[in-house]
């Protein structure tokens, strides 16, 4: 499964599968620019889980610096459709509480499946 | 002007012009080539008249030859004692055979014995004449003799018996009209023989024509040099002449010839050609401007199209399009208006659509400002607030809402942007409302689960749509206690006691996203003592960027807060001078900001 890496002026992101494991890792700054290509990123992610194979996804966030409410969506809606699958795929968040945005949205993120989510605070 | 005209009337033009100047070139080349054979004729016919004259001078000389040997003239010419009506008569019976003007008879010495023009004469001395005197020494001799009126091409033959010369017979023939014609005959040329500009003989002109007196008079006025051509008009009919000395003619007296060639003869074939090349040309332009009125209306008609597919098109009418005409070029044109109107009809449309989302937006921002509360007045609380929607309308919310002993305050920020964020909002309020209103003395924690319970089935079942809010509901009672619940942004608190920021947060999940939150959402409190501020706020405040790319954040709205509140000044002064902060930070507001100061003040009890 080939997931595009996204490369923004101030976004990046790159994931690969291993051994039944996508790591992702998404670093930088996001601006409003940015969130239809997270949209997209993310949704690459949830398609290379569709086929029964990978268990867990591990996003690492730990140099996301920020995220609007916008992008916080996107990743609501992620969540929503990872819950989805026919079978399922653990997500783990890598998070950095040094961010604001993190140590208070990644949380209730998590809340909205804790079945699925969990967050590791580094 | 119209294309169809101008195309008419320039391809007109060029082929007029075009004919004009074949029919000028080939007239003139015609001519000049005409005239040149014309010279060229008349020398040849000039030639022609000097060699038939020569010609005739060598018959003659075969005649003298002949007759010379006759043995009567001899006799008679050698006999002394022989009368000379003797003389005479052979003469005239000689003369007669063959046909001369002049017959004369001398005897040895040169004296004349027979003249049969003047039948009386006898006895002169003709051997001063070159041409008797020519015949005596060489035996033969000729030549042209001249009279008045006359002139005659002459043969000398010295009559001998063995080599005794006994006399010289001398015989000529008059230069006639008769020579003339002759030579017209052989080359179509009229000729005309002048003796001192008197005319001795001509032939008729062209057409059969004679020369009167008058046109005789004109041409031998003229006085061509050996091969010049001169002109001159006959009869109204012109001429080129040429002419020379008469051949053979070495006497004193002038006496010429001229061959004239009638130059409208020898141009009638020019004419022809021109008149020819005139039907030709008239009918080429007939066909031309027949091919360029067809023409003009080929290329035209595809243009009058194009031109009234622009008028309509001008007129508003963005869905027609240009046909292909079968013309390269004008296909071309129209395929690029074509794109060029498909593209005004998308700007256009696309113009609507912003125009019609804008006025949505309007609409939403208006909402958006028009459900805040009007009246901030809440027992033991001083409360000021602002909202200062960005662009886009971002989905903030703050409410007060009464209840027994205290108040409702509710602050919030619906996920995204837009219409559907405000609606979202304006749902959030409504709802919120109508629960704070009907159970005044519920929890936090069960408004905020209640409320989430219809946001998710209003937003992810009836709008199908994917938002979620963060929100926080507070519970203020008149004692400084405050409780509440939902997850939204920590809430400072500015403590009068120690004049420092408390940050507090706010856990839960959001809301809107699954269907039920009761778990995840606990009552929390918080109290307040007389004198302290606390601070609600949107992320549009803690995520305001500066023009670096840095976030306003935590740290600096507590600097913020804790600056605006140390001298206790009214609210409005403290949300004043945090929102100048923020302003100052972030120029350029990208996100809804709205912020809530209020502060705690000791409730005044009615005795």
Same mark, same amino acid.
């Given at each position: 499964?080939?997931?595009?890496?996204?490369?923004?002026?101030?976004?990046?992101?790159?994931?690969?599968?291993?051994?039944?494991?996508?790591?992702?890792?998404?670093?930088?700054?996001?601006?409003?620019?940015?969130?239809?290509?997270?949209?997209?990123?993310?949704?690459?992610?949830?398609?290379?889980?569709?086929?029964?194979?990978?268990?867990?996804?591990?996003?690492?966030?730990?140099?996301?610096?920020?995220?609007?409410? /916008?992008?916080?969506?996107?990743?609501?809606?992620?969540?929503?459709?990872?819950?989805?699958?026919? /079978?399922?795929?653990?997500?783990? &968040?890598?998070?950095? !509480?040094?961010?604001?945005?993190?140590?208070?949205?990644?949380?209730?993120?998590?809340?909205?499946?804790?079945?699925?989510?969990?967050?590791?605070?580094? | 002007?119209?294309?169809?005209?101008?195309?008419?009337?320039?391809?007109? &033009?060029?082929?007029?012009?075009?004919?004009?100047?074949?029919?000028?070139?080939?007239?003139?080349?015609?001519?000049?080539?005409?005239?040149?054979?014309?010279?060229?004729?008349?020398?040849?016919?000039?030639?022609?008249?000097?060699?038939?004259?020569?010609?005739?001078?060598?018959?003659?000389?075969?005649?003298?030859?002949?007759?010379?040997?006759?043995?009567?003239?001899?006799?008679?010419?050698?006999? !002394?004692?022989? %009368?000379?009506?003797?003389?005479?008569?052979?003469?005239?019976?000689?003369?007669?055979?063959? $046909?001369?003007?002049?017959?004369?008879?001398?005897?040895?010495?040169?004296?004349?014995?027979?003249?049969?023009?003047?039948?009386?004469?006898?006895?002169?001395?003709? /051997?001063?004449?070159?041409?008797?005197?020519?015949?005596?020494?060489?035996?033969?001799?000729?030549?042209?003799?001249?009279?008045?009126?006359?002139?005659?091409?002459?043969?000398?033959?010295?009559?001998?018996?063995?080599?005794?010369?006994?006399?010289?017979?001398?015989?000529?023939?008059?230069?006639?009209?008769?020579?003339?014609?002759?030579?017209?005959?052989?080359?179509?040329?009229?000729?005309?023989?002048?003796?001192?500009?008197?005319?001795?003989?001509?032939?008729?002109?062209?057409?059969?024509?004679?020369?009167?007196?008058?046109?005789?008079?004109?041409?031998?006025?003229?006085?061509?040099?050996?091969?010049?051509?001169?002109?001159?008009?006959?009869?109204?009919?012109?001429?080129?002449?040429?002419?020379?000395?008469?051949?053979?003619?070495?006497?004193?007296?002038?006496?010429?010839?001229?061959?004239?060639?009638?130059?409208?003869?020898?141009?009638?074939?020019?004419?022809?050609?021109?008149? $020819?090349?005139?039907?030709?040309?008239?009918?080429?332009?007939?066909?031309?401007?027949?091919?360029?009125?067809?023409?003009?209306?080929?290329?035209?008609?595809?243009?009058?199209?194009?031109?009234?597919?622009?008028?309509?098109?001008?007129?508003?009418? &963005?869905?027609?399009? $240009?046909?292909?005409?079968?013309?390269?070029?004008?296909?071309?044109?129209?395929?690029?208006?074509?794109?060029?109107?498909?593209?005004?009809?998308?700007?256009?449309?696309?113009?609507?659509?912003?125009?019609?989302? !804008?006025?949505?937006? !309007?609409?939403?921002?208006?909402?958006?400002?028009?459900?805040?509360?009007?009246?901030?007045?809440?027992?033991?609380?001083?409360?000021?607030?602002?909202?200062?929607?960005?662009? +886009?309308?971002?989905?903030?919310?703050?409410?007060?809402?009464?209840?027994?002993?205290?108040?409702?305050?509710?602050?919030?920020?619906?996920?995204?942007?837009?219409?559907?964020?405000?609606?979202?909002?304006?749902?959030?309020?409504?709802?919120?409302?109508?629960?704070?209103?009907?159970?005044?003395?519920?929890?936090?924690?069960?408004?905020?689960?209640?409320?989430?319970?219809?946001?998710?089935?209003?937003?992810?079942?009836?709008?199908?749509?994917?938002?979620?809010?963060?929100?926080?509901?507070?519970?203020? +009672?008149?004692?400084?206690?405050?409780?509440? $619940?939902?997850?939204?942004?920590?809430?400072?608190?500015?403590?009068?006691?120690?004049?420092?920021?408390?940050?507090?947060?706010?856990?839960?999940?959001?809301?809107?996203?699954?269907?039920?939150?009761?778990?995840?959402?606990?009552?929390?409190?918080?109290?307040?003592?007389?004198?302290?501020?606390?601070?609600?706020?949107?992320?549009?405040?803690?995520?305001?960027?500066?023009?670096?790319?840095?976030?306003?954040?935590?740290?600096?709205?507590?600097?913020?807060? /804790?600056?605006?509140?140390?001298?206790?000044?009214?609210?409005? %002064?403290?949300?004043?001078?945090?929102?100048?902060?923020?302003?100052?930070?972030?120029?350029?507001?990208?996100?809804?900001?709205?912020?809530?100061?209020?502060?705690?003040?000791?409730?005044?009890?009615?005795?």
């Amino acid at each position: 499964v080939i997931i595009a890496e996204l490369a923004e002026e101030k976004l990046t992101a790159a994931a690969m599968a291993d051994e039944g494991t996508v790591r992702a890792r998404i670093e930088g700054t996001a601006s409003q620019r940015d969130v239809v290509p997270l949209d997209t990123f993310l949704g690459a992610v949830h398609a290379a889980c569709g086929g029964g194979v990978v268990a867990q996804v591990v996003l690492d966030l730990r140099s996301l610096e920020y995220v609007s409410s /916008s992008h916080l969506k996107v990743m609501v809606s992620w969540i929503a459709k990872m819950r989805a699958l026919p /079978s399922r795929v653990g997500v783990k &968040l890598l998070a950095n !509480e040094k961010y604001h945005w993190q140590k208070r949205g990644l949380p209730a993120l998590a809340h909205l499946a804790e079945d699925l989510v969990t967050i590791d605070p580094g | 002007v119209r294309l169809r005209s101008a195309i008419l009337v320039g391809v007109s &033009l060029v082929v007029a012009a075009v004919m004009v100047a074949m029919v000028w070139s080939l007239s003139t080349l015609v001519r000049s080539e005409a005239r040149q054979q014309l010279v060229d004729e008349l020398e040849r016919n000039r030639q022609v008249f000097e060699e038939l004259q020569a010609y005739r001078q060598s018959l003659f000389r075969q005649e003298i030859r002949v007759v010379a040997e006759e043995p009567r003239l001899k006799a008679v010419a050698a006999t !002394e004692e022989i %009368t000379h009506e003797t003389v005479l008569g052979v003469a005239r019976e000689l003369r007669r055979a063959i $046909a001369s003007e002049l017959f004369l008879i001398t005897d040895g010495e040169g004296r004349l014995l027979a003249d049969v023009a003047e039948a009386e004469a006898s006895g002169g001395d003709l /051997s001063g004449l070159p041409l008797v005197a020519q015949a005596l020494a060489r035996g033969e001799a000729e030549g042209v003799w001249t009279e008045a009126r006359a002139a005659y091409q002459v043969q000398a033959k010295r009559l001998a018996f063995g080599t005794t010369p006994v006399g010289v017979l001398v015989i000529g023939h008059r230069l006639d009209d008769r020579v003339a014609q002759t030579v017209r005959r052989q080359t179509g040329s009229t000729v005309v023989v002048l003796l001192e500009g008197e005319v001795l003989a001509s032939s008729s002109l062209e057409g059969g024509r004679r020369l009167e007196a008058q046109q005789a008079a004109q041409v031998a006025a003229l006085r061509p040099r050996a091969g010049e051509q001169v002109e001159i008009e006959l009869l109204g009919e012109r001429y080129l002449a040429s002419g020379a000395p008469f051949p053979g003619h070495a006497g004193e007296r002038d006496l010429r010839y001229v061959v004239l060639r009638s130059l409208a003869h020898a141009e009638a074939l020019r004419h022809d050609l021109v008149e $020819a090349v005139y039907v030709v040309a008239a009918l080429g332009l007939f066909l031309a401007l027949v091919l360029a009125v067809i023409l003009s209306r080929r290329m035209a008609r595809p243009v009058d199209r194009l031109v009234a597919f622009a008028g309509r098109v001008g007129a508003g009418e &963005l869905e027609a399009r $240009a046909r292909p005409d079968g013309v390269v070029e004008l296909d071309a044109l129209a395929a690029a208006m074509n794109r060029m109107v498909t593209e005004l009809e998308r700007s256009r449309s696309d113009l609507a659509q912003k125009e019609r989302l !804008e006025n949505e937006l !309007e609409i939403a921002r208006r909402l958006q400002l028009s459900i805040l509360p009007r009246d901030l007045d809440a027992p033991g609380l001083k409360i000021a607030a602002a909202m200062r929607p960005a662009g +886009e309308v971002g989905g903030d919310y703050y409410d007060l809402l009464p209840a027994p002993g205290g108040c409702w305050i509710g602050v919030g920020d619906v996920a995204g942007h837009g219409l559907s964020a405000g609606v979202v909002m304006l749902m959030v309020q409504s709802i919120v409302s109508a629960l704070a209103r009907e159970r005044g003395d519920a929890r936090p924690s069960e408004v905020v689960t209640r409320l989430n319970e219809v946001l998710h089935d209003n937003i992810r079942h009836r709008l199908e749509n994917d938002e979620h809010v963060t929100f926080s509901l507070l519970r203020f +009672e008149e004692g400084g206690r405050v409780s509440f $619940a939902g997850a939204h942004e920590d809430i400072v608190v500015w403590r009068a006691k120690d004049r420092r920021c408390e940050l507090i947060a706010t856990p839960g999940t959001w809301l809107g996203a699954v269907a039920s939150i009761e778990r995840h959402t606990p009552d929390s409190e918080l109290s307040l003592s007389v004198g302290d501020v606390m601070v609600l706020y949107t992320d549009g405040v803690t995520e305001a960027l500066s023009a670096g790319g840095e976030l306003f954040g935590m740290e600096r709205l507590c600097q913020a807060v /804790s600056g605006a509140a140390n001298d206790e000044p009214p609210v409005e %002064t403290i949300r004043d001078r945090v929102l100048a902060a923020v302003e100052a930070f972030s120029p350029e507001q990208r996100d809804d900001v709205t912020l809530l100061v209020i502060r705690y003040e000791a409730v005044e009890r009615r005795a």
